[in-house]
């Protein structure tokens, strides 16, 4: 059938025979892919399945709901929950982790989960994607809130699925970043981009620039850089995009490049970044830099991020391992009070960021 073409089954089954020996990691994989291929199929009838629009709903982030967020929820959690290989779940869409019901039997591994990333592109019809992070629950009792806050390195697995014009699913275990394409016809995951790696150089950003009052010196004096061009110490021209939903950028860096940056800004002290870090940050960042990538949040790796709360928000700097450090660099000489011109009056209480992880 697919001469030459592997399945994702197939595929973890080789993965992981050294990794695991107990096909319930893969059994976890397979039944997460199958979440994604039921809201693939759910996306994919846009106005003509009833799911556009929003409910009546607001969740724990402040959000009001979609229909999708709530559906692809319920998939992920249809499709993952009685398997016997979870021992709880983490949801963007839940205030508190989801209990496995007693009547199925528990697992050793945590799945923490973003169901439907970038929902708010889904009535104009932008690519969305579904965002995944796997840990390992190492004790017989069932988990607790803080048994989910652990640092991005204690995972497992990670990824990410895109509805987009095909239906990707790009996942690691830890030996690298592959990209399967979903066959709607069979309804297989093909391996399709195996071992990606994303240039260590870019001439492309990825910020959402209306903030940009907001911003951090260092976040300003880098995309000044980039917008000056070949006219400034860059010498050359970037080229800007920003999609909205971090799948699609950051599956377009992974594809050809780039630096994608949702920074700490002062928009809303009380939130040091938008994005998630335990079910949107920790796994795409696992995920770039088992593709040769860098992950930062602006003061060291995303990775090394420490968990404090289920839904905490962290800054997002990740993709070509060159331009990341450089951004990483800026940030330290703004530390160090060595950026001049950049100090901002603005930001002169520098100990309102620099003691933070
Ligand atoms: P939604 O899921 O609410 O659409 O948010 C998507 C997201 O978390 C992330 O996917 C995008 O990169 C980012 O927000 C876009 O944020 P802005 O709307 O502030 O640009």
């Given at each position: 059938m697919y001469r030459g073409r592997t399945t994702l089954s197939k595929f973890l089954i080789e993965q992981l025979h050294e990794v695991t020996d107990d096909g319930q990691l893969a059994g976890l994989l397979i039944d997460v892919a199958a979440a994604v291929k039921t809201i693939a199929a759910m996306t994919a009838k846009g106005g003509l399945g009833g799911y556009l629009?929003?409910?009546?709903?607001?969740?724990?982030?402040?959000?009001?709901?979609?229909?999708?967020?709530?559906?692809?929820?319920?998939?992920?959690?249809?499709?993952?929950?009685?398997?016997?290989?979870?021992?709880?779940?983490?949801?963007?869409?839940?205030?508190?982790?989801?209990?496995?019901p007693a009547e199925y039997k528990r697992g050793r591994y945590l799945l923490n989960f973003d169901p439907l990333d970038g929902s708010s592109n889904i009535d104009v019809n932008v690519s969305v994607g579904t965002i995944f992070s796997v840990l390992v629950h190492d004790k017989e009792t069932a988990p607790d809130t803080a048994d989910f806050l652990q640092i991005g390195r204690r995972q497992i697995a990670a990824g990410y699925a895109i509805y987009g014009p095909a239906t990707m699913l790009v996942l690691t275990v830890g030996k690298g970043t592959h990209g399967f394409t979903l066959d709607r016809e069979v309804g297989n995951f093909i391996l399709t981009h195996p071992d990606l790696m994303i240039p260590a150089d870019t001439s492309e950003f990825a910020i959402n620039t209306s903030n940009e009052r907001f911003w951090e010196p260092p976040i300003t004096r880098y995309v000044d850089e980039c917008k000056a061009g070949k006219t400034g110490v860059r010498g050359r021209d970037f080229n800007m995009r920003w999609i909205a939903s971090m799948v699609a950028d950051v599956h377009r860096i992974l594809m050809r490049g780039g630096v994608f940056m949702y920074p700490r800004d002062t928009k809303d002290p009380s939130k040091p970044g938008r994005l998630r870090l335990l079910y949107e940050a920790n796994p795409i960042g696992?995920?770039?830099?088992?593709?040769?990538?860098?992950?930062?949040?602006?003061?060291?790796?995303?990775?090394?991020?420490?968990?404090?709360?289920?839904?905490?928000?962290?800054?997002?700097?990740?993709?070509?391992?060159?331009?990341?450090?450089?951004?990483?660099r800026y940030h330290a000489e703004y530390d160090a009070g060595t950026d001049k011109p950049y100090a901002s009056p603005l930001f002169q209480e520098r100990s309102l960021y620099r003691s933070e992880a």
């Open positions: 629009g929003a409910i009546d709903n607001t969740n724990v982030q402040g959000e009001v709901q979609k229909k999708l967020d709530v559906l692809a929820n319920d998939a992920v959690i249809g499709s993952c929950e009685w398997g016997g290989m979870l021992a709880g779940m983490l949801s963007e869409e839940l205030e508190d982790p989801y209990a496995i696992f995920i770039i830099e088992q593709a040769g990538g860098a992950a930062s949040f602006g003061r060291g790796p995303i990775l090394d991020h420490p968990a404090q709360s289920p839904h905490q928000r962290v800054p997002v700097i990740l993709g070509s391992k060159n331009e990341v450090e450089r951004i990483e």
